[in-house]
C-alpha cells in the first residue's frame, strides 16, 4: 500500500489505513507507462558531473546522467522524473517504490545483483589518483598509499582499492567538492575516485594535480527492483538503441567524459574524440573561481531564493506538523505519567525512555525502511512527521510533566471540593498554570525539531538543510550559502521564539513570579 | 431529615495505609442547622482528616455521614464532593483566574450555570463579604484576609448546605482575628452551618455555638463553648488550654 501524502490529511489517511498491505506489482513498465512518467533516483548532493543543480541557475538539475534518464524516457515514451534520495539508500529506497529505477554512478557488483536488477554497464570509468600539486611527497602509486590519509566515497570501488592498499582511508558522505577541499587544505594526502568526479573537482582545481593512468576500473549501471526482468530488458533495448544511434556518445563527449574503456563497452572504434566539451568548459567557467561575497550574494543568491523558499516551506510544515503530533501526545503521557493507574504510569515512562533514549535516525530509519517490511509503507512526509512526532512526544511529555508537578495537590483538591471532576480540574485548573511552565521548554523544543528536521532529508525529501548541502555542492560553495540558509532558519525560528514569549508573559502576568 | 440537625457524623473511623493508630477512633457528633461548630485539638489530633472526610477529599473505614439527611457510607465519600464546601488553610484560589472567575468556576463547569446567572450571584456573595472593589482582581493582588473571603466566596458559589473552614487563623496576622469574626457572622446569615477546624481556643470560644475536642482521632468532650473551656473535664482539653494561654503570651 503506497499512501500519497495530500498533506493535512496525510495523518488522518495513516490512521486510517495503517495495516498490512500488498506489495507493488513488479511488472511496471505497463503501470509505468500508463503513468507517463519514468521516476528515477539520484542524488543531486553526490555533484557534478552526474546529477547537479546548474551553478548558473540552481533551480535546475543538469549532468550526464539527466540527459542519460531524459534519453531513456524517451524511449520508453514517457518523461523522465527525478526523485530525490540520498546515494548510499538508493537501492533501499528502490526496493521501498519510491522510484521506478537507481541512476546515479551505480558500479555494478556482484553483493548489488542480490537487491536489485542492475541493467547492462552504461559507462566505464577509471580510477583515478588526485594529489596536491607540487608535493614532493605526494603518493603517486598505489604501494604509495599504504598508511596515508586517502579520501575517497563511501561503499564505493575505490574505497576497496584503498583498503586492499592498506591506506588510511578517509570516507565522506557528504559531497564531493569536500573530498578534494581536504586534500587542498592537507587533511588528507591523496584522493582515489572515478574518473567523471575527478576530472569535475580534481582538475579544475589549479592546486590539485589528477595523476595519469587508471588504477582500477568501474562499470556503472542503472538498478531497478529486485524480481522486474521487464522493465530491465526495456531499459537494456534502450540503452542498446541509444549506443547504436549515437546518443550516449554524444552526451559523453558534451560533458567531456568520452574516453577509450566506454568507446569499448559500447563498440564504438573511435577511441578519441575532438569534441568541445561544452558542458564540462561550463561547469568550470562557473565554479573553478568563485567571485567575491558580495558579488554572489548580488548575481548569484538572488536565484537560490526559489529553492530555499521551498525548501523552509518543507522544513516548516514538517516541524509544525510533528510539533503538533508531539504536543497532543506529550500531553496525553504527562497525565498518564502524573495521573494515570500504575500500569499506564509504567507504560508512559517506557516510552519516554525510549524514545529519548534511542537516536531519532535510528527511529526514522525503522518507521521509513523498517514499516514496509510489515506492510506499511508510508509517503516520506508523513515517515518524517511520524518520526519526529514519536521522539518529541517524550520530550514535550518530560515538559509538561514538570508543568503539572509545579502546581501543588492544595489546588487540585481545591477544584475537586467545588465539584470538579479529574478532566474539568486538568482543563481550567491546573493546565493553565502547567502551561507557563512548560512553555519555554516546549518552545526550545521546536527550535531544536525545527533543526532536526533536516535528518528527513534521509527519506528523499529535499528541505532546507538538504537544499543547502545539494547547492553548496554544486556551486562550490559552502560559506557563503551557510549563511544564507542560517538567515533563513532564523528567519523562520525567531518568530516561534517570540510568539513563545508572549504567550509566556500573558500566561504569567498574575502568577506572581513573572509579574514584577 | 427535617430534624433541623445538618451534619450527622456516626461511628467515623479512618486509617491510613501502613499506620498502626486510627486516624480518626469512632468520632461521633451532630450540628443543628445553621449552626457554628469548632472542632478544636492540637496538631495531629486528627482534625484536619475529619475536615477532608467531610468533604469528600478522603474516604474512610466505617461509619457514616449525613448531611442534610444524605447519608454517606464509607466508600462513598466522593459524593461529598461539591456538596460540602472547604475553605484551606492556604486558601488555593486558582492564580491564573480573577476573584469573579475564582467564584463561577465551578457553578459554570459543574452546575452548568449560564454565565450571567454564575456572575450576578457570585457578585453578591462578594458584596457580602466586602469584595465588591475586587471582583477583577487576580488573587495575587489581594490581602491575606481578602484571599480568605474570596475563598470563602468561591465555597460559597456553589450553594452548599456545610461550610467548613480548616485552620482559618493560622495563616492571618492577629490583628485580622476581628475581621474573621465579622466574616463568619457575614455567612452566619446565609444560613449555611459552619465548621472551624482550629487550635486556637479563643476563636471556638467567641464563635462557635458547640465546640468539640478531638484527641488521637477520639473526641474527648464536646459542649457549649462556655462549659467546655471554663470547666474542661478532659486532659486534652486542658493542655489545649494551657497551650493556646502560653501561644498569647
Known amino acids: ?516 | 431529615m427535617s430534624d433541623g440537625i445538618a451534619i450527622r457524623v456516626v461511628d467515623l473511623e479512618k486509617r491510613f495505609a501502613g499506620a498502626r493508630e486510627l486516624a480518626l477512633d469512632r468520632v461521633s457528633f451532630e450540628l443543628g442547622r445553621g449552626k457554628l461548630g469548632a472542632v478544636v485539638g492540637r496538631s495531629g489530633s486528627g482534625k484536619s482528616t475529619l475536615l477532608r472526610c467531610m468533604a469528600g477529599l478522603e474516604d474512610f473505614d466505617r461509619g457514616a455521614i449525613e448531611i442534610d439527611g444524605v447519608r454517606v457510607e464509607s466508600g462513598g465519600a466522593a459524593s461529598l464532593l461539591g456538596r460540602v464546601g472547604l475553605v484551606f488553610q492556604a486558601f488555593e484560589l486558582f492564580p491564573h483566574l480573577t476573584v469573579l472567575e475564582n467564584c463561577t468556576l465551578a457553578p459554570r463547569r459543574v452546575r452548568n450555570k449560564p454565565r450571567g446567572e454564575a456572575e450576578a450571584h457570585a457578585r453578591e456573595l462578594l458584596k457580602l463579604l466586602g469584595l465588591e472593589n475586587k471582583v477583577d482582581m487576580h488573587p495575587l493582588r489581594l490581602s491575606g484576609g481578602e484571599r480568605q473571603r474570596a475563598a470563602i466566596a468561591r465555597a460559597l458559589a456553589m450553594e452548599p448546605r456545610v461550610l467548613c473552614y480548616d485552620e482559618p487563623t493560622s495563616a492571618l496576622d492577629a490583628s485580622l482575628r476581628r475581621e474573621v469574626s465579622r466574616t463568619f457572622e457575614r455567612v452566619r446569615e446565609t444560613a449555611v452551618t459552619q465548621v472551624v477546624v482550629t487550635h486556637d481556643v479563643a476563636l471556638a470560644r467567641d464563635l462557635a455555638d458547640s465546640v468539640f475536642v478531638l484527641d488521637h482521632g477520639r473526641i474527648a468532650e464536646s459542649g457549649a463553648p462556655e462549659r467546655v473551656f471554663v470547666s474542661p473535664e478532659h486532659a486534652a482539653t486542658r493542655a489545649l488550654l494551657s497551650e493556646n494561654e502560653y501561644e498569647s503570651v
Open chain 1, 1 to 516: 500500500m503506497k499512501i500519497h501524502g495530500i498533506w493535512p490529511c496525510a495523518l488522518i489517511a495513516v490512521i486510517v489505513s495503517w495495516g498490512p498491505g500488498a506489495l507493488a506489482d513488479p511488472g511496471s513498465l505497463e503501470q509505468l507507462r500508463a503513468r507517463g512518467e519514468l521516476r528515477w533516483g539520484a542524488d543531486a548532493q553526490g555533484g557534478a558531473p552526474y546529477v547537479f543543480q546548474d551553478p548558473m541557475d540552481p533551480n535546475h538539475l543538469i549532468g550526464f546522467e539527466v540527459d542519460l534518464a531524459a534519453a531513456l524516457a524517451k524511449k520508453l515514451g514517457v518523461r523522465a522524473r527525478p526523485v530525490q534520495g540520498q546515494w548510499d539508500q538508493l537501492l533501499e529506497l528502490l526496493a521501498r517504490g519510491d522510484f521506478d529505477l537507481a541512476l546515479n554512478g551505480i558500479e555494478i557488483a556482484a553483493e548489488k545483483a542480490r537487491v536489485c536488477e542492475l541493467t547492462r554497464a552504461y559507462y566505464v570509468a577509471a580510477e583515478r589518483i588526485t594529489v596536491r600539486r607540487g608535493d614532493a611527497n605526494a603518493p603517486r602509486s598505489l604501494e604509495l598509499l599504504r598508511g596515508r590519509p586517502v579520501g575517497t566515497l563511501p561503499g564505493s570501488l575505490a574505497e576497496r582499492i584503498l583498503t586492499r592498499a592498506g591506506a588510511n582511508v578517509k570516507s565522506y558522505d557528504g559531497g564531493q567538492n569536500e573530498i578534494y577541499d581536504d586534500l587542498r587544505i592537507g587533511r588528507s594526502d591523496a584522493v582515489l575516485l572515478d574518473e567523471p568526479i575527478a576530472r569535475y573537482y580534481g582538475a579544475i582545481d589549479p592546486a590539485l594535480e589528477v595523476l595519469e593512468g587508471s588504477f582500477g576500473e568501474v562499470r556503472y549501471a542503472a538498478a531497478v527492483k529486485l524480481g522486474d526482468v521487464e522493465l530491465r530488458h526495456a531499459l537494456d533495448r534502450a540503452f542498446d538503441e541509444l549506443s547504436k544511434d549515437g546518443t550516449l556518445r554524444g552526451i559523453y563527449e558534451r560533458w567531456g567524459l568520452w574516453n577509450a574503456e566506454t568507446a569499448r563497452l559500447l563498440g564504438d572504434p573511435r577511441e578519441h574524440t575532438s569534441a568541445v566539451p561544452e558542458a564540462w568548459e561550463a561547469w568550470r567557467a562557473a565554479v573553478g573561481k568563485q567571485p567575491p561575497f558580495w558579488e554572489r550574494v548580488r548575481d548569484r543568491y538572488p536565484s537560490t531564493l526559489g529553492l530555499f523558499a521551498r525548501g523552509a516551506a518543507l522544513t516548516l510544515l514538517l516541524s509544525l506538523s510533528a510539533m503538533s503530533v508531539a504536543i497532543v501526545l506529550g500531553v496525553a503521557i504527562a497525565l498518564g505519567r502524573s495521573y494515570g493507574p500504575r500500569p499506564v504510569r509504567w507504560l508512559a515512562l517506557a516510552y519516554v525512555e525510549f524514545f529519548r533514549g534511542t537516536p531519532l535516525l535510528v527511529q526514522l530509519t525503522m518507521v521509513y525502511f523498517g514499516l514496509p517490511e510489515l506492510g506499511v509503507t508510508l509517503d516520506p512526509f508523513v515517515a518524517g512527521v511520524i518520526a519526529l512526532g514519536l521522539n518529541y512526544a517524550a520530550a514535550e511529555a518530560e515538559n509538561y510533566r514538570a508543568g503539572l508537578a509545579s502546581v501543588s495537590g492544595g489546588q487540585i483538591d481545591a477544584a475537586r471540593v467545588l465539584g470538579l471532576n479529574m478532566l474539568e480540574t486538568i482543563r481550567w485548573v491546573v493546565g493553565p498554570q502547567a502551561a507557563r511552565v512548560a512553555i519555554p521548554p516546549a518552545t526550545n523544543d521546536f527550535i531544536a525539531l525545527l533543526k532536526d528536521s533536516s535528518l528527513v532529508s534521509l527519506v528523499t525529501l529535499t528541505e532546507l538543510t538538504k537544499t543547502y548541502t545539494n547547492l553548496a555542492n554544486s556551486t562550490r560553495d559552502h560559506l557563503g550559502l551557510g549563511v544564507v540558509v542560517a538567515i533563513w532558519y532564523l528567519l523562520i525560528g525567531l518568530p516561534f521564539a517570540r510568539l513563545a514569549r508572549l504567550a509566556e508573559e500573558r500566561l504569567g502576568r498574575h502568577l506572581g513570579r513573572a509579574a514584577t
